[in-house]
């Protein structure tokens, strides 16, 4: 019988801490980290700099070029997959599901009505190879609008049927995201954008998914919604207990190798995108940090500020910073250090020098005139 291994919330943060590299000492590599994290999110919102790039800042320091990002989507060595840039080797664990579109049987109603709505739709499916397979890759306003039954939704994608016809298509494998002109993405054949790897069947997928994100989350809960399948690890690893922590038996799973090994933290300034802390559920349970991106609420009811990044250091989240990257100016504005604890002069000095190190980053002056702290 597996033993069930009881941990300490401090044990379980140390865990999550190494496992997505916010441990010292630092890596050094850039698609060294993404094959380890198994992601980026790819969100274009720059109030500092765009997630992606400030999670590989946070590992890897001003040592890091956005270039190098920039350079591995075009060399394919990583592929934008639904908005989330993966090693392109691991694209080959996602073309089993592409090719079970909609889903195993028995199938549920609102896989059934897809399925019927891109199938009273093939004629534009079909235009929309044909355009790409003639003149790709090209935005979405290049694209043929001949469906026969328009999308409907509540509102925000009504008759959005070529962009809701793209994601299917995706999901079928059938097209892939070829980069970016400007910020306006880019379409093309999958077979163009997709390595031609061995595909293993879908169980075989799943349970070598499940392994590497446990490798990257070092602790995770093994099911749960399945929307978020990159926060959940199903049966790999071992089961655990966190202290403290509500939960059934073996709920939580752990990274063996992960166990008993030296902690040596640091300070680090997270993208509120960043995965040790996007599951919000997880954050709560094991760190006990309150946080919610505010950019989509009134500035008037704003706490923490519009893009506030929350701040590491060691194994605890001690506080949120406020900046802006105001690149008209010339300057990285700190309009706040929210301390959710009282800093102590080595926590002091070891944020105030990753402010820094992010500034020098950013190319911007920093500018401290309005910070606060609370």
């Not at 590992?59 to 060595?77: H, K, V």
């Not at 790709?136 to 609008?145: A, M, N, R």
């Not at 919604?225 to 690890?233: K, R, W």
Request: with cysteine; charged share 30%.
């Amino acid at each position: 019988m597996t033993e069930v291994h009881q941990l300490s919330r401090t044990d379980a943060r140390r865990i999550a801490v190494r496992a997505q590299l916010l441990a010292s000492p630092r890596p050094t590599d850039v698609l060294d980290v993404v094959r380890h994290l198994t992601l980026l999110q790819h969100d274009p919102v720059s109030a500092v700099a765009p997630s992606a790039d400030l999670v590989l800042w946070s590992r890897l320091g001003s040592s890091y070029s956005t270039q190098e990002l920039r350079d591995a989507l075009d060399r394919q060595e990583l592929i934008d997959h639904r908005g989330l840039l993966r090693p392109a080797e691991d694209i080959a664990l996602y073309r089993a599901d592409m090719a079970n579109w909609p889903g195993p049987e028995p199938l549920r109603p609102w896989q059934h009505d897809l399925r019927d709505w891109v199938e009273a739709n093939d004629a534009c499916r079909l235009d929309i190879l044909e355009r790409l397979r003639g003149d790709g890759p090209l935005p979405i306003s290049e694209l043929p609008d001949s469906s026969h039954l328009p999308w409907a939704s509540s509102g925000w994608n009504n008759d959005k049927n070529v962009q809701q016809l793209l994601k299917t298509m995706v999901a079928r494998g059938e097209v892939a995201t070829a980069g970016r002109d400007d910020r306006e993405r880019l379409w093309d054949l999958a077979e163009r954008i997709y390595p031609d790897d061995p595909v293993p069947d879908a169980d075989e997928a799943k349970r070598l998914r499940d392994e590497r994100r446990l490798l990257a989350l070092g602790i995770a809960r093994a099911r749960g919604p399945e929307v978020n399948e990159d926060g959940i690890v199903g049966d790999t690893g071992e089961p655990a207990v966190v202290e403290g922590v509500k939960g059934v038996k073996g709920e939580w799973r752990v990274d063996p190798t992960q166990l008993g090994q030296p902690f040596k933290g640091r300070a680090a300034l997270l993208s509120p995108l960043d995965r040790l802390v996007y599951d919000r559920k997880r954050m709560d349970e094991l760190f006990e940090f309150d946080y919610t991106l505010e950019m989509y609420k009134p500035a008037a009811t704003r706490i923490w500020g519009y893009y506030a990044l929350p701040i590491l250091y060691g194994d605890r989240l001690v506080g949120k910073l406020d900046g802006t990257a105001d690149r008209k100016s010339g300057v990285f504005r700190i309009n706040a250090i929210h301390q959710d604890v009282p800093f102590t002069l080595a926590m002091t000095t070891a944020v105030d020098r990753e402010i820094a190190d992010l500034a020098t980053w950013l190319e911007l002056e920093l500018d401290v005139t309005s910070r606060r702290t609370g």
